[in-house]
T-cell receptor, first 112, second 115 residues
Framework: AQTVTQSQPEMSVQEAETVTLSCTYD???????LFWYKQPPSRQMILVIR??????QNATENRFSVNFQKAAKSFSLKISDSQLGDAAMYFC?????????FGAGTILRVKS | DTGVSQDPRHKITKRGQNVTFRCDPI?????LYWYRQTLGQGPEFLTY????????KSRLLSDRFSAERPKGSFSTLEIQRTEQGDSAMYLC?????????????FGPGTRLTVL
């Protein structure tokens, strides 16, 4: 069974600093997709970044980047130059077939 | 707004009542998904439609739950004889055909409270 583990229930970062959110997953597949979703308070979930497992290069989207370690089954999210608007719940997700399997989430608090 | 919409946004009901939620996907997205999210947890998959066909159902979807997507457009999720354990946020998502990574676009959710 595919599982996704986010070991940090809550993280804090100072505005303009960098923070890394951890995610590990378990799968027997060799080709798959991984995602980070952001869910702001009382707002809908939006995709932050995705990674195709067959690509060795880590995905980057502006201030967001991932550290994808396929052998270790690790998929961490780095947020650089943190902004107040980054405060949200962040979910790591694995795509299995037609569905997404989510971790329990990490609450990110940004201090001004 | 051309995003995924859900109605109602909030629903309070008494145990034993039936409730129905509606989801309108992004236009021309042929894939539609329902998830359930309980407090402090990530969303859990319930069911998946491709056009009007329901192709996958989770074991979480007990016989009190039924989902439909007539004509491959909007979808409804009905819960019969609600129980307090059904209290959760019900999320709908859609994705376009022909995209390998299958990004799912989520709606704002319907928060159900069963008293």
């Amino acid at each position: 069974a595919q599982t996704v583990t986010q070991s940090q229930p809550e993280m804090s970062v100072q505005e303009a600093e960098t923070v890394t959110l951890s995610c590990t997953y378990d799968t027997s597949e060799s080709d798959y997709y991984l995602f980070w979703y952001k869910q702001p308070p009382s707002r809908q979930m939006i995709l932050v970044i995705r990674q195709e497992a067959y690509k060795q290069q880590n995905a980057t989207e502006n201030r967001f980047s991932v550290n994808f370690q396929k052998a270790a089954k690790s998929f961490s999210l780095k947020i650089s130059d943190s902004q107040l608007g980054d405060a949200a719940m962040y979910f790591c997700a694995y795509r299995r077939g037609n569905k997404l399997v989510f971790g329990a989430g990490t609450i990110l608090r940004v201090k001004s | 707004d051309t995003g995924v919409s859900q109605d109602p946004r909030h629903k309070i009901t008494k145990r034993g009542q039936n409730v129905t939620f509606r989801c309108d996907p992004i236009s021309e997205h042929n894939r539609l998904y329902w998830y359930r999210q309980t407090l402090g947890q990530g969303p859990e998959f319930l069911t998946y439609f491709q056009n009007e066909a329901q192709l996958e159902k989770s074991r979480l979807l007990s016989d009190r739950f039924s989902a439909e997507r007539p004509k491959g457009s909007f979808s409804t999720l009905e819960i019969q004889r609600t129980e307090q354990g059904d209290s959760a946020m019900y999320l709908c998502a859609s994705s376009p055909k022909g995209v390998s990574y299958n990004e799912q676009f989520f709606g704002p959710g319907t928060r159900l409270t069963v008293l």
